[in-house]
């Protein structure tokens, strides 16, 4: 491998200005944005559906939206709870990307999203579960496929999974109960 000169002089730049403009609100949505987006929901309650022309996107794995996983990949598998907020649609980031990690066709992105019923018009919160893979679900929505209102929700799983009270859909409860019993038995 090629290896570059070593400079050692320091640069130097004339100084310059630099106006910080105010804090970016339109793409951020906090608990109770979230909560107020969907709807304050009970313990128990199944079936829910987000109010029309919004939408609640989860892209995290299907393993982390099911229940299956608290976190996916090298994470440490924290005290979370596990499962998604109810009515949320799952919409895993890695589904957005080719093998060779670009963002697929505007063609392929339109049939995935048509696929959950997402379409620009809605107002679409989306979380993760600390918001690292967010960027890349907000900015598919956003700026490849048009939607005009597309929040990233701050606290993500972290803080949802985390917060006594609220109601988590779990999928896989009944499920890992049984296989937990069967490895006991």
């Known amino acids: ?24 609100t339109d793409s951020r949505a906090r608990r109770e944005d979230v909560l107020s987006h969907i709807g304050r929901l009970r313990a128990g309650v199944s079936g829910v559906r987000t109010p029309a022309r919004r939408a609640l996107v989860d892209d995290r794995s299907p393993e982390e939206y099911s229940g299956d996983l608290k976190e996916h990949g090298n994470y440490p598998q924290r005290y979370l709870r596990r499962g998604h907020i109810p009515g949320a649609v799952s919409l895993p980031w890695a589904e957005l990307l080719d093998t060779d990690c670009t963002f697929k066709s505007t063609a392929e992105l339109d049939r995935i999203l048509r696929s959950r019923k997402l379409t620009p018009d809605l107002d679409v919160i989306e979380n993760t579960r600390i918001g690292e893979r967010a960027d890349v679900t907000w900015f598919v929505l956003h700026e490849l496929m048009g939607f005009g209102k597309v929040h990233t929700y701050d606290g993500s799983w ?7 009270g609220m109601p988590i859909d779990n999928t896989t409860r009944p499920e890992r109960r049984a296989r937990e019993q069967r490895a006991f038995a």
């Open 1 to 24: 491998m090629d290896t570059l000169p070593l400079v050692t002089e320091t640069p130097d730049y004339p100084p310059a200005k630099f106006t910080c403009r105010d804090q970016e």
């Open 158 to 164: 972290t803080e949802r999974g985390n917060l006594i």
